[in-house]
């Protein structure tokens, strides 16, 4: 009998988890609760659903998410092949047609011989046998108090929040503009320009607007995570705070004047079709009516069909500094691993990345091998580093940057050719580590 492997749910570090230990030879049973049970941001059953942004980040490989990317197709990412196939244009960023990449992703794990795919909601971690808990930022109470409880100490949550779209045909196209900051790429962005006026009117409407109450469980703790700051949070902090932010205008020129408008809010194509498009850095807890009227100032938004108002939700992960091996095991014990947001990897591709380690280690142990760790002079390694042995008061998730990586020997001064060293040092560190560990001579076995 095959050694197999148990892996708790099914977004994106679930999918990747599964399908890197089934591609070498381990039998994986796949529990993804929805339909069964769905969660407060969920819309459909795919594996993979997409719940904020379309966008999974930079391409360019000087850039921390365009290496992170780099790195898992190197190391065979599902997601990433995915990705790839159901790719929007998005300038230098990599987005994707939500629903089509979701559909992508289910049919590829369940056209898989070695997984099993159970739609069922899991209560509690299993206490034994080879796991890998992957049920991402939205994971559910019952089984939130049971991981608690395991791992001895409370859950920490933060708050995230989606962005409204709008259709295409609905932007006021005589007053938007389509082009890419610094014309970098194609023109995917669509822009609509605000004189000082039209930004000044916009900001005293936002921060005067209902949101929605948040509820108890939320109430008890305000604390927002700085990466998703809800629109209207950020423009509380300063009037001038969305100008130097998402409205910020740099690179961008109104053909109307031939001049750089004050502010800008950029639209990113959100679907494979090019009719849906969702407004960037617009994470809101309006009222859905105060985003039709707030929003409906945006100059070329006065008449938006909005095919999906912005909400908020709560996002839970784990003290991973205090818990998680680099491996994504628990120190506790070696067979049960976690992956995804819950692990505080932040973000679409850095929560791939955790269940792509984690799915490769839990078919390693599965196999009789010994788990690998990747050299923290790698983005994805060195964030792994980051988030298993953070220190100083609360821990916060972390995205991928540079920040993380060990200095350059020699340094480097110019930024823009010491992110090209960084990465250049990354990858042939991560081929070194290939042919070292043979983490892919085990594939398809």
């Keep these: 009998m095959a050694p197999s492997v148990v892996v708790i749910g099914g977004g994106l570090a679930g999918s990747e988890a599964a399908w890197q230990a089934a591609r070498r030879g381990v039998d994986v049973t796949l529990y993804e609760m929805r339909p069964v049970r769905t969660t407060p941001a969920h819309r459909t059953d795919r594996l993979a659903e997409l719940v904020c942004s379309n966008s999974l980040g930079s391409d360019m490989a000087d850039r921390a998410p365009g290496l992170l990317k780099q790195e898992l197709r190197r190391l065979g990412s599902l997601i990433l092949a995915c990705a790839?196939?159901?790719?929007?244009?998005?300038?230098?960023?990599?987005?994707?047609?939500?629903?089509?990449?979701?559909?992508?992703?289910?049919?590829?794990?369940?056209?898989?011989?070695?997984?099993?795919?159970?739609?069922?909601?899991?209560?509690?971690?299993?206490?034994?046998?080879?796991?890998?808990?992957?049920?991402?930022?939205?994971?559910?109470?019952?089984?939130?108090?049971?991981i608690a409880e395991m791992l001895g100490e409370d859950s920490l949550a933060f708050y995230d929040a989606m962005a409204p779209i709008v259709t295409a045909e609905s932007v006021n196209m005589d007053v938007a503009f389509r082009q890419s900051r610094h014309d970098r790429g194609d023109a995917d962005y669509i822009n609509c320009p605000m004189t000082e006026a039209e930004y000044e009117a916009f900001v005293?409407?936002?921060?005067?607007?209902?949101?929605?109450?948040?509820?108890?469980?939320?109430?008890?703790?305000?604390?927002?995570?700085?990466?998703?700051?809800?629109?209207?949070?950020?423009?509380?902090?300063?009037?001038?705070?969305?100008?130097?932010?998402?409205?910020?205008?740099?690179?961008?020129?109104?053909?109307?004047?031939?001049?750089?408008?004050?502010?800008?809010?950029?639209?990113?194509?959100?679907?494979?079709?090019?009719?849906?498009?969702?407004?960037?850095?617009?994470?809101?807890?309006?009222?859905?009516?105060?985003?039709?009227?707030?929003?409906?100032?945006?100059?070329?938004?006065?008449?938006?069909?909005?095919?999906r108002y912005g909400q908020m939700h709560r996002n839970t992960y784990i003290d991973a500094p205090g818990t998680l091996d680099p491996t994504l095991a628990w120190r506790r014990r070696e067979d049960l691993f976690f992956a995804g947001q819950l692990t505080g990897t932040e973000g679409y591709v850095a929560s791939t990345m955790s269940g792509l380690v984690a799915g490769i280690n839990a078919a390693r142990l599965a196999m009789g091998k010994d788990p690998v760790t990747l050299p923290p002079t790698t983005m994805a390694g060195a964030l792994l580093h980051y988030v298993t042995h953070a220190t100083g008061g609360r821990f916060d998730p972390m995205k991928p940057n540079f920040g993380l990586m060990p200095p350059l020997v020699p340094p480097v001064r110019r930024k823009r050719a010491r992110y090209e060293a960084y990465a250049a040092r990354a990858m042939a560190e991560l081929e070194a580590w290939i042919d070292q560990t043979g983490v892919l001579n085990d594939v398809d076995a």
């Design 204 to 307: 005293d409407a936002l921060v005067a607007a209902e949101t929605i109450p948040l509820r108890d469980f939320e109430r008890e703790d305000e604390h927002f995570f700085e990466a998703c700051l809800p629109v209207e949070v950020l423009a509380k902090r300063g009037h001038k705070a969305l100008a130097y932010g998402p409205l910020r205008p740099i690179g961008l020129r109104d053909p109307r004047t031939g001049r750089r408008p004050y502010a800008v809010v950029q639209l990113r194509q959100d679907n494979l079709a090019g009719t849906l498009y969702n407004l960037v850095g617009f994470q809101t807890n309006l009222r859905w009516g105060e985003q039709r009227r707030v929003f409906g100032m945006i100059p070329g938004l006065e008449n938006a069909e909005w095919v």
């Design 84 to 146: 790839k196939e159901t790719a929007v244009p998005a300038g230098s960023a990599l987005a994707v047609g939500r629903h089509a990449f979701a559909e992508a992703v289910t049919a590829t794990i369940e056209g898989q011989p070695r997984v099993r795919l159970v739609r069922a909601h899991v209560a509690s971690v299993p206490r034994e046998g080879i796991t890998v808990v992957a049920t991402g930022p939205l994971t559910s109470d019952p089984l939130a108090d049971d």
